[in-house]
């Protein structure tokens, strides 16, 4: 009863806080005190663990719109907190219980199956990924990433031995999973526990080295670990003697290695690496500053003032290291500036000679020369824009020079070749997904082996717009694609600054008929799609003839014969028949003038019900046989 009325709550104010401190609580003192599993078994369902991944999902959404609209967070924060930790708690109770062989037959069957329903739910998954993506220091706890950390590790120990033990409906690489991981965003916030390590417990501190050997060795990807905080942590651990385990100690061995190998070969591309967060804060900084300045009227400093002191260390750095390679070329100071520009420093020419003359690097009689030649090479560049512009307005034309029909093949094409095909994969499957949720939700199917993915699940089932929630890197980036924002405009999709949201949404109207051919769109239906399309199709023959069924003329219908005639009549017709055969009724005089109490006309309603109803139940025997 209590899962039918979180799923399906529509009018009822219920705070679920309640029942998430009661899973984290109990199931606490259930491991501690080693409750049989039969005893706590409807705890554990697919059920439950698709409603704290719809939790946790839509309460890191509304965390975000309320960090956008300067609210409190405290009770937003909370509760995803307290969600990561019943999920901990539940998957820590599966473990021992993969782990005990006393176990009932019927216990193993039931859990082999909600074993498989987990492996097989997207949501859950990618739920902590989207957590650690999303985490922000100043605003979460280091304790919270904690948590979701150790609770990551410990679901994808568990998903590796259920994949062992051939659980697995679906295909699933794990390696592809990990490799959402190995980005530089993800493993930034993992060198803030890395830099607590003397503090953490050998859990934490097992959990993050592997994640961490993961992506530099099987990923392959040991770059996005040459990061300023991880490295300084990386030498403190070295020169300190700190207890660490082989496969630790070979790690910050490897990631050094990898970092003084990368100075030495590319010192440009390493630098850029370790000052690729600096980079973003240091173009805010100055964009911000750009604008005061344009607010106040004020005006930029003249080309001979010295300004050393809008120039920062990490700057001066930069500049040096540039300098010191390209101070050979004729044209150094226009090269330093492009290169500037890929740290995010907008810095003019005349910026850089009147300030490497001001250190003494450029001697004074050569920068009148400088600037005299880049004012030639301005003009020259002006003239390049100007022609080049036509160029790069040139897609936006393609686009509205297009007819309709042709924008969305024309954006597939362009994703693809973009690299975005994935997105477009993953687009599609979403659609599939919402269709299959309100093709259960809609039939009544109980029977499926096929596991609903609880996001959809849960949006559906409280007629709500269904959303497409960002879940890697990857899936952020092309939602400011213009081709992809274009794509799912055409589709009709909602756009987050449409309904003040943070991700796009599936109308909540859209048939399942609807989504299926918005799905194909993109490129053909997905082999394994988790409902018949046959039987899918006639239904929809079905409810297409109803509706294109010719309606008689309501004043000759006297008697209840005529409903004989219709097929099976959908929900949304019941009333208008209804309606049109009362006034009818109405208009023959058939409940009679001294009839006042109106039981006649009752009467004739409930008549007509078990009319309307034996169609139904005719037409649905004949569909069968």
Known sequence: MLQYILINRKKIVLDDVYLLWLIAFFLKFARCQKVPLKTIRTVFSTKIFGF??????????????????????????????????????MLQFLKICQENTELEEDDIIYLDRLKGDLTDMYDLRQFFLLLTRYFQLHIHSLKFLCDVVVTNHLFLLLMEMWMNGGLVRRNFNMLDHIRQFATVEVMKNYGVLVENVQYNNLMVNNCLFTMMHHVAGDCGKPEVLLQVHILKTFLDISEKDIIMTQEMEDLIEYVLQTFVLAAENNPLTCAMQLFGEDKQQATAEQSSSEQSVHEDGSKMMSDGESDTDKWTEEEEDILMMLYTEYQEDCDFAQKIRSKLEDFGIEKSVDEIVVYLTALGWIPSEHKEKISSEEDSKSKSTCEMDQSEKPLEDSDNKDLSSLKESEVIPYCIKQLNKDGFDSCVEWLKMQFCEVAYTKYVSMYNISTSQETEEPIAKHYVAQNKSVPLVLYNELQEHVI???????????????????????FPRIPHWWSIQHLVDSARQLGGIPIDLKFDLTALKQESDVQSEVTDVRMEDPVTCTTHTHLNSYKRLPNTMWMDVIQQINKTLVNEKVYGEDSKNGDNKNGCLEQIALQVNKADRTSAMECGE
């Not at 975000?64 to 907190?81: C, G, P, V």
């Not at 992809?484 to 009709?492: A, D, K, P, Y």
């Open 480 to 502: 400011h694609n213009k081709h992809f924002v274009r794509l799912i405009s055409n589709l009709g999709l909602h756009m987050p600054e449409d309904v003040g949201m943070i």
């Open 52 to 89: 704290l991944v719809y939790e946790g999902v839509s309460n890191m959404e509304y965390l975000l719109i309320a960090q956008r609209k300067k609210q409190d967070l405290a009770n937003t924060l909370r509760r995803i907190h307290m969600t990561v930790d019943a999920l901990r708690e």
